[in-house]
Each structure stands twice: as structure tokens, then as C-alpha cells.
């Protein structure tokens, strides 16, 4: 079992759709949460980030993490085509800031 | 600021060869992190260089090496190629004093090495 486990898709989604985002981990030492973006071609960029559990909003962006079932999730609002793109969910325990990736997800939103 | 930059972009060797793969870190940043990254699969971090010494090290075999310049530029090392190295390499970079989320890490578009 990977320490970190996320459901590649393809999700497909009409344009204005709420988009949810998960990854399940089986390490209790995680403490930091992320979410990267990437576009075909590119390099990952760092979206969203948080620390234990909670929610976090950034515009139309939310992550949520509760600690008590391992599962992280981040849910995209109005989505649009150029939210098009593989979203990796990454974490890491304090005091090794070395994050372990999902394999991530891709998603395509079609006008 | 040309962010970080990696060259080259595509690359093809031949099973048993060595690779030199090379990163530019962003303007400012003294940190280098290499991942390697599969085709489907998140990245894999290979090894992180600071202060021109290897740092951290992920889980892969001696055959990977790298090496940090006093310029903060840094070069990634395959030797005895397998078919399986075949992948996107990224090199990240941070600036000095980084928060442990490493939230100001900027990752490079990649070198996508293909063994034949």
C-alpha cells in the first residue's frame, strides 16, 4: 500500500461545477498538507497549503484535512477550463519538510 | 526573473549510458531539490543540495549523484541508465529561510529523459 493514495481519473466536469479532490495517506506522522497544479509540459505550483487539520479558503479554492481519517480533499468552485490540469495532493511530517506525493489527479473542464 | 530553468528539455540515451541533467534555481533561492517523476505517478524526491552538500536524500540507488555550484546552480547525475529512468526530472529551489512547508518552492518545467 503507498503511503499516499489518490484516484488518477480522468474527472471530467461541466464549466461553473464544484470539483472535489481527494487523497487518502496511511502515515500518522504527516502534519503538512499541499496541493499542487499542473499543466501538461510544466512543472507542479504550489496552490494550497495547510498544517494539521481544518479547512483552509483561498478565492475559489478550499482544502480540507481531517487527521482522523487520513483523507484530505480540496474542492474547486465555478470551475473553469483553464482549472484543466493534474492536481497532486503532497505531505510531509514535521521535522523532514520532504513532501510525498500522490500520483495525482486529472481533471478536464469542458466549456 | 526567468524563475528555474532546466536544460535540456528532452533527452535520449541508451540503456548503460550516463546522463548529466542541469538546473538554475530562481533568482535568490540557495536550495535545490531534485524529483523524478513517472509518467501517471507523482513526483519522487531524489536528493536536496545546500550549501554545494547533498543534504536529504530520497530513496534511490548510488546511481543517482548530483553536485551544487557555488552559484547554487546544480546538476543531476544518472549513471549505468535502466530502462525504468526514463521519466520527467524537476528540480526545485527555495529561498534561504524557508518555512518548513517549503511553500515558496518553484519547480522547473523538467527535463523528460527517454531510455531506449
Known amino acids: 500500500q503507498k503511503e499516499v493514495e489518490q484516484d488518477p481519473g480522468p474527472l471530467s466536469v461541466p464549466e461553473g461545477a464544484i470539483v472535489s479532490l481527494n487523497c487518502t495517506y496511511s502515515?500518522?506522522?504527516?502534519?503538512?498538507f499541499m496541493w499542487y497544479r499542473q499543466y501538461s509540459r510544466k512543472g507542479p505550483e504550489l496552490l494550497m497549503y495547510t498544517y494539521s487539520s481544518g479547512n483552509k479558503e483561498d478565492g475559489r479554492f478550499t482544502a480540507q484535512v481531517d487527521k482522523s481519517s487520513k483523507y484530505i480533499s480540496l474542492f474547486i468552485r465555478d470551475s473553469q477550463p483553464s482549472d484543466s490540469a493534474t492536481y497532486l495532493c503532497a505531505m510531509s511530517p514535521g521535522g523532514s519538510y520532504i513532501p510525498t506525493f500522490g500520483r495525482g489527479t486529472s481533471l478536464i473542464v469542458h466549456p | 526573473d526567468a524563475g528555474v530553468t532546466q536544460s535540456p528539455t528532452h533527452l535520449i540515451k541508451t540503456r548503460g549510458q550516463q546522463v548529466t541533467l542541469r538546473c538554475s534555481p530562481k533568482s535568490g533561492h540557495d536550495t535545490v531539490s531534485w524529483y523524478q517523476q513517472a509518467l501517471g505517478q507523482g513526483p519522487q524526491f531524489i536528493f536536496q543540495?545546500?550549501?554545494?552538500?547533498?543534504?536529504q536524500r530520497g530513496n534511490f540507488p548510488d546511481r543517482f549523484s548530483g553536485h551544487q555550484f557555488p552559484n547554487y546552480s546544480s546538476e543531476l547525475n544518472v549513471n549505468a541508465l535502466l530502462l525504468g529512468d526514463s521519466a520527467l526530472y524537476l528540480c526545485?529551489?527555495?529561498?534561504?529561510?524557508?518555512?518548513?512547508?517549503?511553500?515558496?518552492?518553484?519547480f522547473g518545467q523538467g527535463t523528460r529523459l527517454t531510455v531506449v
Open positions: 526545485a529551489s527555495t529561498p534561504p529561510g524557508t518555512s518548513p512547508l517549503n511553500t515558496e518552492a518553484f
Open positions: 543540495y545546500y550549501e554545494e552538500e547533498e543534504r
Open positions: 502515515n500518522s506522522a504527516f502534519q503538512y
